[in-house]
């Protein structure tokens, strides 16, 4: 599908849950990952541009910018991942389909992501972010239930 087509129709998806509403939100599909993508920016900007942009809506842990293995010029496009899950989802409603720079963005989830393949130049914490995520990990919280005394007092 074409991008901008794509872009348009995200956009109307989350125009027609504000609505109608309902309990389930299209963004739930996409809970188990903090990691967004990112397209259609101008090529001169960088990974601290993006950021500056992007973190308006929650703190930004890591950025992969895709450049051009030979120039090392960005491409314009590049996924981020957030601390929390949750500025997925407001990100991706605000800032899709804005324009910066006379271009316009285009802002999705990313169900999956892969790490890049180039293993062997990373350091060790960022191997460790490539691999495991950066998206926070579920903490099962145990509620201790009190028993209460059967007897009534009267």
């Given at each position: 599908?074409?991008?901008?087509?794509?872009?348009?129709?995200?956009?109307k998806?989350s125009?027609?849950?504000?609505?109608?509403g309902?309990?389930?939100?299209?963004?739930?599909?996409?809970?188990?990952?903090?990691?967004?993508?990112?397209?259609?920016?101008?090529?001169?900007?960088?990974?601290?541009?993006?950021?500056?942009?992007?973190?308006?809506?929650?703190?930004?842990?890591?950025?992969?910018?895709?450049?051009?293995?030979?120039?090392?010029?960005?491409?314009?496009?590049?996924?981020?991942?957030?601390?929390?899950?949750?500025?997925?989802?407001?990100?991706?409603?605000?800032?899709?389909?804005?324009?910066?720079?006379?271009?316009?963005?285009?802002?999705?989830?990313?169900?999956?992501?892969?790490?890049?393949?180039?293993?062997?130049?990373?350091?060790?914490?960022?191997?460790?972010?490539?691999?495991?995520?950066?998206?926070?990990?579920?903490?099962?919280?145990?509620?201790?239930?009190?028993?209460?005394?059967?007897?009534?007092?009267?």
């Amino acid at each position: 599908m074409n991008p901008l087509t794509n872009m348009k129709n995200v956009l109307k998806l989350s125009e027609h849950e504000l609505q109608h509403g309902g309990k389930k939100s299209w963004h739930d599909m996409y809970k188990d990952s903090a990691w967004i993508f990112v397209a259609g920016f101008p090529y001169t900007l960088t990974e601290g541009d993006i950021v500056c942009v992007f973190s308006q809506y929650g703190e930004v842990v890591n950025i992969n910018l895709i450049r051009d293995s030979k120039t090392g010029k960005s491409k314009g496009f590049c996924f981020l991942c957030y601390e929390d899950q949750r500025s997925t989802v407001l990100a991706v409603d605000n800032l899709n389909g804005i324009k910066i720079l006379d271009r316009t963005l285009r802002v999705d989830h990313v169900a999956d992501y892969k790490p890049p393949k180039e293993n062997e130049k990373m350091d060790e914490e960022t191997l460790r972010l490539y691999m495991e995520g950066c998206a926070p990990k579920p903490q099962l919280q145990h509620i201790k239930t009190e028993k209460k005394d059967s007897k009534s007092y009267r």
